[in-house]
């Protein structure tokens, strides 16, 4: 075989490329323009090339975003309400369904995003213990560069001091119908969800 044609070989090997819906489609599906999905894509793409990613390379990408703490654990979470159950990956419409939820859909959509990030073991209840763990992993990753900076150990502290009042029944687990209504009581919790629509 010549040195030609060994080199081309390699070059003609395709690596197998996630390919995502046809963008009419994408716009039916959320609340995005084309000129925004379009956007998006290119961002997903060049983060992404492959179309897939993986809890690894989200747990990076995330990162990038947090550098003053560590965004690891909260990058868990967050991957895992949008992962697909069979592949355990994301795909671009897998993100973009989450991320037109979360930033364009409406209090409840978002509240049911909020509720799953909570519900580690997706068991259609918070506990405690998995307040603290999510509460924990957003101090880990702004603690130092909030100002004065967040102790990850007043996270126990703040959960203690919420939990009891959305757990209306007392029966030491939140639903989804207890965070709705504690939510909807509380008007700088509404204003900060309304405050996930983004304009791209």
């Given at each position: 075989m010549s040195e030609d044609s060994s080199s081309s070989d390699i070059y003609n090997v395709s690596v197998a490329r996630y390919r995502p819906e046809e963008i009419t489609k994408l716009e039916s599906k959320t609340k995005f323009t084309r000129k925004e999905l379009q956007l998006i894509y290119r961002g997903f793409k060049q983060e992404c090339p492959t179309g897939m990613v993986d809890e690894e390379a989200f747990k990076h990408i995330f990162a990038q975003f947090f550098p003053q703490g560590d965004a690891t654990n909260y990058a868990k979470y967050v991957f895992n309400t949008m992962k697909h159950k069979s592949t355990g990956k994301i795909s671009f419409e897998d993100f973009l369904n989450i991320l037109s939820k979360v930033s364009r859909g409406t209090v409840q959509e978002k509240m049911q995003?909020?509720?799953?990030?909570?519900?580690?073991?997706?068991?259609?209840?918070?506990?405690?213990n998995e307040m603290v763990d999510v509460v924990t992993s957003i101090y880990e990753?702004?603690?130092?560069?909030?100002?004065?900076?967040?102790?990850?150990?007043?996270?126990k502290e703040h959960v203690e001091k919420i939990f009891h009042l959305i757990d209306s029944n007392k029966d030491g687990v939140v639903?989804?119908?207890?965070?709705?209504?504690?939510?909807?009581r509380d008007e700088e919790v509404l204003r900060s969800l309304e405050t996930l629509d983004t304009v791209l």
């Open positions: 995003w909020v509720f799953g990030l909570y519900d580690l073991d997706g068991d259609g209840m918070i506990t405690k990753m702004l603690g130092r560069s909030t100002q004065p900076a967040v102790e990850v150990g007043s996270a639903t989804i119908e207890e965070l709705i209504q504690w939510c909807s």
